[in-house]
């Protein structure tokens, strides 16, 4: 058994990745194929990947998030902002099965759906890349990659396999700057671990891959590999939310912006139809005064 750190894959992979591990026997054999091709098609119907409908959650006395409504597309990329506080943890977590919401109702392709873990967001083809990206360190990318869902030949783990699908994975979403799959994590720069992260994300028949300020630690020609790879999923036909406090790279990435403002959303407009100035408005007063197309509720109301 391979140790990520001082843990074993497994409990690693519950306490930083949230466990999505799929279901898998005894021998680590996985029911779900890896999909170095990544998601399907852009939907023509126009019907939403995610809905939210007045999704609610509080903790305690804190009301975290209150009547959310949020459409996510397929082959967009929806970016969630708001300040510090807004909510946009809370709501990627409750998506992400972190925090079942206390209101409302999540729709999945259509139908409503009950998230209560991690595993059942996993298994609708919803992957999360958290800000600490849980990568091991110590581990190679193509370990990264599989980790907890190895692909066994008998009883032995069929590494060609593992490595032919991590390459294919990364070379399909034109990361070139990796050197090796053999490479250890730690030898990474913060955009290649990012991108391994992006990947190992896509692989697993991904359908929604959401982002937690994936730019924040990175330098400039790295936050640019990533912004890249994120119009990519996108292209690709998979939906995209995408949070940040950068409006630069919200502008560079998003087709949808969507702000929260103290717990409530108060927009949710073409990224085509705003202007720095209002999202900035929106942000810190949860309304603008300028003429901006869409939905927009005043101050939450
Ligand atoms: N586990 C928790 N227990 C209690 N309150 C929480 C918990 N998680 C979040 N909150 C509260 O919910 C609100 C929204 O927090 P959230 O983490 O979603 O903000 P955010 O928009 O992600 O902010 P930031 O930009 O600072 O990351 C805050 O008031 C926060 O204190
Ligand atoms: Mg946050």
Redesign the pocket.
């Known amino acids: 058994m391979r140790l990520c750190g001082s843990l074993k894959f497994e409990d690693q992979l519950e306490q930083t990745h949230g466990g999505t591990v799929t279901s898998s026997d005894s021998t680590g054999q996985v029911e779900a194929e890896p999909d170095p091709t990544g998601g399907g098609e852009p939907d023509p119907s126009g019907e939403p990947l995610l809905e939210l409908r007045k999704l609610s959650k509080h903790?305690?006395p804190?009301q975290?998030l209150t009547d959310i409504d949020l459409k996510v597309y397929s082959g967009r990329v929806t970016a969630l902002v708001?300040?510090?506080?807004?909510?946009?943890?809370?709501?990627l977590k409750t998506i992400a099965g972190i925090h079942p919401p206390d209101g409302g109702q999540i729709y999945w392709e259509g139908q409503p759906v009950h998230i209560r873990t991690p595993r059942d967001s996993a298994s609708l083809g919803i992957e999360t890349v958290y800000q600490d990206l849980a990568l091991c360190n110590n581990l190679d990318i193509v370990q990264n990659m599989f980790l907890g869902r190895e692909r066994t030949r008998r009883v032995l783990m069929d590494e060609n396999a593992m490595e032919t699908a991590a390459g294919q994975t990364l070379s399909s979403l034109s990361v070139t700057t990796v050197q090796s799959v053999r490479q250890v994590v730690a030898s990474l720069s913060g955009g290649q671990r990012q991108a391994v992260a992006v990947a190992k994300a896509v692989m697993w028949n991904s359908k929604l891959v959401i982002m937690d300020e994936p730019t924040a630690a990175l330098g400039v020609a790295q936050t640019a590999m990533v912004l890249a790879l994120t119009r990519r999923l996108a292209e690709r036909g998979l939906g995209v939310i995408f949070v940040s406090?950068n409006f630069n790279d919200v502008f560079e990435v998003a087709d949808q912006i969507a702000v929260?403002y103290l717990?409530r959303l108060v927009a949710s407009i073409p990224a085509a139809h705003l202007d720095r100035q209002m999202v900035v408005d929106l942000v810190t007063t949860g309304t603008t005064t300028r003429d901006v197309p869409g939905q927009i509720r005043p101050n939450g109301a």
């Open positions: 903790f305690g804190v975290a708001g300040d510090n506080g807004a909510g946009k943890s809370v709501t406090h929260l717990g």
